[in-house]
């Protein structure tokens, strides 16, 4: 479904992406981990031509993306829940919702269903909502764009431990459609329960790669490259 | 004495109406696209020209009313498309000396087709004469003017507000490339919004057109009288630049009677208050 071919990018000159390549199989959801700084959002961005890689190529479907607009790479398919939300505050929860809207399996309804909190709080500006609403109403504006891939950069950032086990469930269900991920997490314990399989990233390049079960009997690696302690 | 006053405050909310007309196009076009344009005077004054132009062809003003801010739109959804989107990206300086181009070539083509000294446009018929209200009567033209521009910024209030292109407009205002991630073809958005803010100061040149006639130097004059409104209503701002448009329109309007001299000069004492009191405007955010 995705493959990210041997990409560099860059911000200004400073070289962030030295060569990255990775794949997400249609249904699969795959995490991106790494410690802060290694590039993973650059990732992301590369992916949905906010930066543009100046090497190397992003692929869809088997289509290459260099060269695409950003709103014809999300037309193509590709949502991103950026790291900071990007929740419009002037308009409502609900002008939130609808601006995303596109034909497709999850219409506004099955959304407010999936997340009633939202519902409620429909008529509400965005820059009214809580951290965790925000996230909500952030992935939520992604599945109404009825995407083949998801794109999660750091959902459970800053979140209450409560809030933190509804994305993941909400997560599992969106799974559950077919929907392929990948998701770009800090929190382990929350990739662990998701992924199919990972990848780390350090300094710009892939150091690892490998399937959950691979990940989770190898402890080494986690010292290693995250030392998160999770 | 009380009937003046009542006189001069119908003629200030009609120029109000007028210098929100305007603005509320320069402001949703700085808002959505972070640019300034400073040819909205330029077709401003081409509105007024248009209106004398299809009067001259037609002799209907309803004609001249609907087809001169249409066609102003449609130039400046080319001038967009042509020449405005290659300069997005390049810092505000290049803005101003692009758009300031763009409106000495459009004064100096008037000048070509219609020759240095002004026109005078004649109000149309059925507008003619005046509105008599027990002991007051008013010029109806007038009258259809504050009437008419109240209906379009409704209509336009309720295209901002309540259409999806209206909350594409106001989210890019926060950040484009958002938009963008969310699918939406973000230069359609700009070629749009363009042309419908462009679109609005040729509609109140038309307008004013029968009071004020046409001619070649009222570009400038308008220009600075918008940013005036836009700094006072805050930048983006629709409420800003309807409650400041009608500020400024009363200022004027009541000055002229009470201090002539002083008029101009208690629009920009009005504005230096507001900058100083509320920085980003009565209704801007920072």
Redesign the interface.
Known sequence: MLEVRDIHSYYGKSHVLEGVSLTVGAGELVTLLGRNGAGKTTTLRSI?G?VRPREGGVFFEGQPLAGK???EI??AGI??V?EHR?I????TVE??L???V?EGWWTLSDIYDLFPRLYERRRNGGNALSGGEQQMLSMA?ALL?NPKLLLLDEPTEGLAPVIVDEIVKTLIDIRRTGMSVLLVEQNLAVCEKLADRHYVLEQGRIVYSGSAADFAADRSIRDRYLALGA | MLNLYLFQILNGLGLGMIYFLISVGLTIIFGLLNFVNFAHGGFFMLGAYFCYALLQATGQFWVALVAGPLAVGAMAWVAEKVLIRRAYHLPHTFHILITVGVALILQEACIIVWGPIGKSIPIPETLQGVVIMGKFAYPKYRLFLILFSAVIGFALWVLLERT?FG??V??G???T???????????KLFSLTFALGVGLAGLAGVLSGPIRGAHPFMGPEVLGLAFVVVVIGGMGSFTGALVGGLIIGLVQSLMSSLWPEGASLMIYGAMAAVILLRPYGLFGRA
């Open positions: 949905v906010v607009e950003i709103y999300a037309r949502a991103l950026p990007g419009f505050g002037v308009l002008e939130n609808r601006i995303a596109r504006r764009s | 999806r909350a594409l106001r989210a205002s926060e950040s490339e958002m938009v963008s991630l969310l699918g939406a073809d973000i230069y």
